[in-house]
């Protein structure tokens, strides 16, 4: 029976300061963007497409950082506890208590970068269409500190790679799900994304099949991952992952299916 290593949360101290691994995936998905972002903006097609310059990256990455933090917060507070943070109001500002939703997330990164767009006077389907494919290695970031954290574990399984994680509270067996989703909505979004984007298509395509293919590695991957304690299944036998996945996919399959006017 595999056990999770418990590694140290923080991944090097320097005296007073501890650099936590969590941090550390969170440096990492930003260091993909720019990077990424500026090797596709060396290149005149994608300059042509998104009207974007290399320069035009860092100033964008702040309005998404914003986007996720406020709308990633936002959304954990009405998705999943919001009954809670009726009753306790000014808590739902301590987000050093941790609740973040990817939900809420994107819907603050889509506002961002609409605004953003906006104010660069730039064409935000275009924009958001570059932007799809430089996101899925950050998912795969979080994704792995979740796993080096032991935090939001799969459940009971007896699949030979499960393992017990002790923060569960038991012995029990149980799927590494945060592999299953670094895998699939981290590794396998980004190639599909990376192979999609890498020829010209029509607008909002690209963001369509992020929608599609997000909702439906997250919606897999879901029934392998135990639902929160304090919520459970909310519908169907359904996450309220799975639910917040429906309407994201049946976005994604408009986008795609709907008439072009370009």
Known sequence: M???????????????????WYGLMYLTAFAAFLLLGRWRLGKPQYQQASGMQA???????????????????????????????LQHPMEALALW?????????????????????????????????????????????????NFINGELWGRPSDVPWAMVFPQAGDALARHP????????????LFVLLWV???????????????????AVFRFAAEFARQPDAFLGTVALGLTMGQLLCVPMMAFGVWLLTRKKTE
């Open 2 to 20: 595999l056990v999770h290593p418990q590694f140290d949360p923080v991944a090097l101290q320097l005296g007073p300061l501890a650099i936590r």
């Open 55 to 85: 320069r035009d990256l860092e100033d964008l990455l702040f309005f998404g950082v914003l986007g996720v933090v406020l709308g990633g917060r936002l959304g954990y507070v009405l998705f999943y506890k919001s009954a809670y943070y």
């Open 97 to 145: 208590h941790g609740g973040m939703s990817f939900h809420g997330g994107l819907l603050g990164v889509i506002l961002a970068t609409l605004l953003w767009s906006r104010r660069r006077s730039l064409d935000f389907w275009r924009v958001i269409d570059f932007v799809a494919p430089l996101v899925p290695i950050g998912l795969a970031a979080g994704r792995l500190g």
């Open 177 to 188: 799900s945060q592999i299953y989703q670094f895998l699939g909505e981290g590794l396998a």
């Open 196 to 214: 999609y984007s890498s020829r010209p298509r029509a607008r909002a395509a690209v963001s369509g099949v992020f929608l599609i293919g997000y």
